[in-house]
């Protein structure tokens, strides 16, 4: 099957468009009428700049209104249709989509619509033209792939096929299953969209809020498998309508289209084996078993101040990088390392953004393999920079030019702390205070590329993603989404700022661009952890009184656990299926923090109710210039 993605689903004018998905390694491409209209050149022109490219035109689209019209409406339908035949003839397209018929004068019948899409065919075969019919979820007449096809089936025309498109058929509840009884030679083309399931109008949620496969909810590997069970090899084409798709960098969107189409194919083989379709040589989703390092570039003054805040959290200087300005600051199974190299890639990002975090080490089950597919997924590869006797650790580029490491036992790079590190013990070593592991890691970035990095995750590691919550801010509203390991010993969530007067906006703002906003720590009791803070002189953020009055009668909790959290400053929330204790640091910098959390039963959740409280409290402490008091 040929990779192919519509014009319509980037930004930019078609010379930009072109530009970005050869760049991303597609073979073709849906020329939207609009794009084609509203470009400067005349059709054989832009045909040659497609082929200059290196792509072709798999489909020419939309043509509306066709089928099933009382004349004069009908003669006139077969003479745009013929008109549009000159035009591909000069592009050099071969296929043209016609959608089902939204005019109100259109009429029904099954062998009406048979009929014109018949006499139509003869004239597009003529011209070495194949004519795909698709389904609009809102047509007036034939809304169901299975009425489309039933409409083809009867035209009985070599040169009449079906469109599939995954969007009209999952997002009015169709069983993708239907699909596996249609021939695959009578598939004409086949489009993919997913999309968040969302109760709005169909057209409304298909204009607006498409995505590439694998960031909504649609079932795409079922509908995917069903289509390759007909034995259909033609194009498999990406049409996805987004407002922020439109306003995004078009290289990005090209980018994850392809992403995209590689992990459905990829997945659908693994699922259902015996079903025949190309797909891209990469090792299966490897385990992400947890956080190994977290990095820190910073220079030698906000070395000391880190460090300072690190001792006041239990954290214990244990060793020195071999050859680097690397420090490690170790407790229980917690790594986090202070980068004060005045050269390279960290300090090249703090230059750019001030202290922040330019590394993460993920514990995986195979690096290699994890390299490799991420390689195969569309990740930059990076070098390792390692001296001679050093560990080589696989490395790809992650959100906004940081790096990220993978570490495994099978080829002993967790052996990275005594090959790469000497002890160096910190002769004023805190008491630790209870620190276990991280629980998770928060992500800031802009929501128009927040959907590119969930679908970096859960295509490439062993990862679902949960429902995406809305995090309340005085100033506006974050869209969170968590992407999480099936046993929970990888989470990362992934917060988008929509403008900078929210915290995280402020935040994105003034790191430019991207990248870990906060750490969240765990511990097994978090009453024990909060008196060792204190007793190392760690000071908490402050949260309203009046918070816990409410909590208090919220949860009807007994008043003296009240107490216990308002006096330790600890934020509580619960579910079905257990509690949630949080408690965090003072902001650091433009708006860093730590947060300590401790899970109790099956809670999964991240405490997204304590969310504007948390915000308004940092608010408090922390009022950059320019950001008012709420």
């Known amino acids: 099957m040929k990779t192919s993605i519509a014009t319509v689903c980037l930004s930019g004018d078609l010379r930009e468009k072109l530009a970005a998905i050869a760049a991303a390694g597609f073979e073709g491409i849906e020329i939207f009428e609009n794009d084609f209209l509203a470009y400067d050149a005349p059709p054989r022109e832009v045909g040659a700049m497609v082929r200059d490219h290196g792509l072709e035109v798999s489909l020419f689209q939309p043509f509306r209104d066709f089928e099933g019209l009382p004349e004069p409406l009908r003669g006139r339908a077969f003479e745009r249709a013929r008109r549009k035949f ?27 619509a048979a009929d014109d899409l018949r006499a139509l065919g003869d004239d597009a075969a003529a011209r070495g033209i194949t004519i795909g019919f698709e389904a609009l979820a809102w047509g007036r007449h034939i809304d169901d792939h299975r009425d489309a096809w039933e409409i083809v089936r009867r035209a009985d025309h070599a040169a009449v096929g079906l469109v599939l498109d995954s ?25 993919l969209a997913d999309a968040p399931m969302i109760e709005m109008d169909l057209l409304y949620w298909s204009r607006h809020f498409r995505s590439m496969p694998g960031q909504g909810d649609l079932d795409m590997a079922g509908f995917m498998r069903a289509v390759a069970a007909t034995g259909y090899d033609g194009p498999l084409s990406l049409e996805v309508f987004n407002d922020q798709f439109r306003g995004a960098l078009p290289r990005t969107i090209a980018q994850d289209g392809q992403r995209s189409l590689r992990w459905l194919m990829d997945r659908v083989a693994r699922e259902e084996p015996g079903i025949a379709i190309p797909v891209p040589e990469m090792p299966a989703r490897t385990a992400a078993e947890g956080v190994e390092f977290i990095e820190f570039a910073t220079d030698p003054h906000e070395a000391a101040r880190l460090a300072g805040l690190l001792r006041a959290m239990g954290f214990a200087r244990v060793g020195r990088h071999v050859s680097k300005n690397v420090e490690r600051w170790a407790q229980g199974g917690i790594n986090i390392l202070i980068n004060t190299e005045d050269e390279g890639l960290a300090h090249s990002l703090y230059l750019l953004r001030g202290t922040t975090v330019a590394d993460m080490g993920l514990r995986v089950a195979d690096a290699a393999a994890t390299l490799a597919r991420a390689t195969a997924l569309g990740s930059e590869p990076v070098a ?65 590329e927040m959907q590119s990095w969930v679908l970096f995750y859960i295509s490439l590691l062993e990862t679902e993603k949960a429902p995406m919550v809305d995090v309340i801010d005085p100033a506006g509203i974050v869209r969170s989404q968590a992407i999480e390991a099936p046993d929970g010993g990888f989470r990362i969530t992934l917060n988008g700022a929509e403008n900078s007067r929210t915290m995280a906006g402020h935040f994105l703002a003034e790191s430019y661009g991207s990248s870990v906003q906060h750490i969240a720590l765990a ?108």
Not at 174 to 190: C, E
Not at 524 to 545: C, E, K, M, Q, R
């Open 384 to 448: 390792s920079a390692a001296a001679p006797g050093e560990l080589e650790i696989p490395a790809i580029r992650g959100a906004s030019g940081g790096l990220m490491h993978f570490v495994d036992a099978a080829s002993g790079l967790d052996r990275l702390w005594e090959v790469d590190f000497r002890p160096d013990p910190d002769a004023d070593a805190p008491a630790p205070a209870g620190l276990a592991r991280i629980d998770h890691v928060a992500q800031t970035m802009s929501f128009e």
């Open 167 to 191: 969007f009209h058929t999952l997002a009015k509840g169709i069983d993708p299953d239907s699909i596996r009884s249609i021939p695959g030679d009578r598939i004409a083309f086949v489009q």
């Open 523 to 630: 511990t097994h009791d978090i009453f024990a952890t909060a008196a060792a803070l204190a007793a190392n002189g760690f000071a908490p953020l402050a949260i309203s009184p009046n918070y816990y009055d409410d909590l208090e009668a919220r949860f009807s909790l007994d008043p003296a656990f009240t107490e216990r959290l308002r006096a330790a400053h600890i934020l509580y929330d619960r579910d079905d299926r257990g509690e949630f204790l949080q408690l965090y640091s003072q902001t650091y910098g433009e708006g860093f923090f730590f947060e300590i959390v401790e899970r109790r039963g099956g809670y999964r959740g991240y405490g997204a109710a304590n969310a504007p409280f948390r915000i308004a409290a940092q608010k408090r402490a922390f009022r950059p210039a320019g950001m008012p008091r709420q």
């Open 86 to 112: 000159d035009l591909m003839g000069e592009l050099g397209a071969d296929r043209i989509l016609i959608c089902s018929n939204t005019h109100p004068e259109s009429l029904g019948g099954i062998d009406r």
